[in-house]
């Protein structure tokens, strides 16, 4: 049999989310009950190139619950199989692949696991140190909720209480001014922020990655509500939505990161659009990183320290190589690299979908 773990190392990688600090606290906390040590990497896989980890005890995750943010901070850009280093002489990056530094580093602060609390991205990073024998249990992370393998991730319905305040917000002046109101939310390339989010705040128009719209069908939606005496129509539209026809609106690449694409644009696009081809002045907003800052709502909290406590729970079992998750809303376990390389977008036959569509709400 193998010998029970001592010490493993615990980081957040990728773009930050709500409740990062939920499951720090859950895991570190659980685990000191069994005698397992818990090592913070700092800045995600970064921290494990560069070497930088400190203890984490009580004292350190006690109280910070509600706390958003990560306290170990995180890194989108750092994968060590494929690190860039430095730039060469056009300016590209210099690709190294840096794995073994990461595993001298966890050896010589005697990490004999890792916790890896990320989506799809930082769980395709374990992978070689999975590969070299190092264990990994994976926790999943991301306010877009397209992580494979679990039905919902943390972080998710911080985001869409967000949009949804953010929603009645925007309906007041909206109203005030028998304006269209285009708010652009985050998700990449899923459109559940955008689809949830919109369904909470009684958005009058949906439009997500998944469903390529009809600028003319926006375009007469909001005609038809100012024929009907509504005042003001508010859109919610996803970052990667598309037009039909053209592809997603992207701001910038960066060729550094494993997510190279910053979506962007769309939003103040379609408010032209329906400024252009309808009576109705548009406006437009985007919501950017207010979904991913600040404290998680109580679902989330609770969702974290669940997931926190069946990660513990795995390292106690010696059982390895999982990353926990939500199905039907029991607690399990899967392979760690079953959200390698997938998406986990929106079934046009959700029943979100149809409940949206029974509200009158448009797709566009
Ligand atoms: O994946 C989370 C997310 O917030 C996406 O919704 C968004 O497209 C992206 O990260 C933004 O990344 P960055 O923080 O690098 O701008």
Not at 186 to 205: E, H, K, Q, S
């Amino acid at each position: 049999m193998t010998s029970k773990t001592k010490r493993v190392g615990l980081l957040t990688g990728g773009g930050d989310c709500p409740g990062l600090n939920a499951v720090i606290r859950a895991v570190t906390k659980d685990l000191l009950r069994t005698h397992i040590e818990v090592v913070g990497i700092e800045d995600g896989f970064l921290g494990l190139i560069e070497g930088r980890m400190r203890p984490l005890g009580y004292d350190q995750v006690s109280s910070i619950l509600a706390v958003g943010g990560t306290i170990l901070g995180s890194s989108n850009k750092a994968n060590p199989a494929k690190f860039a280093t430095e730039l060469d002489e056009h300016g590209e990056p210099i690709w190294r692949d840096v794995t073994q530094q990461c595993l001298e580093h966890a050896e010589a602060n005697g990490l004999e696991g890792l916790v890896v609390i990320g989506g799809d991205g930082t769980h395709a990073c374990a992978m070689p140190f999975v590969e070299a024998g190092l264990p990994c249990i994976g926790i999943p992370k991301t306010i877009d909720n397209d992580v494979y393998g679990t039905d919902v991730s943390f972080g998710f319905s911080t985001a869409v209480q967000v949009v949804s305040d953010a929603i009645d917000r925007l309906r007041t002046t909206a109203d005030s001014h028998h304006r269209a109101l285009v708010l652009e939310v985050m998700g990449r390339n899923a459109g559940w922020i955008a689809l949830a989010g919109g369904l909470a705040g009684g958005a009058d128009v949906i439009l997500i990655p998944e469903h390529p719209f009809r600028v003319d069908r926006v375009v007469d939606k909001v005609e038809r509500r100012i024929k009907r005496g509504r005042r003001s129509t508010i859109v919610v539209v996803s970052e990667g939505a598309k037009a039909m026809g053209q592809g997603p609106m992207v701001r910038r690449l960066d060729p550094t990161s494993p997510d190279p694409i910053k979506f962007g644009g769309i939003g103040a696009w379609l408010a032209d659009e329906i400024s252009t081809h309808s009576s109705v002045d548009a406006r437009n907003v985007v919501l950017g990183h207010l979904q991913r800052g600040g404290t998680p709502v109580a679902f989330d909290r609770v969702l974290s320290t669940r997931f926190g406590h069946h990660a513990a729970k795995l390292w106690n079992q010696n059982v390895h190589n999982r990353m926990v998750a939500v199905q039907a809303d029991r607690m399990v376990d899967v392979p760690i690299d079953e959200s390698a390389g997938k998406q986990r977008l929106v079934p046009l036959d959700h029943e979100l979908i149809a409940a949206a569509r029974s509200v009158w709400t448009d797709f566009g």
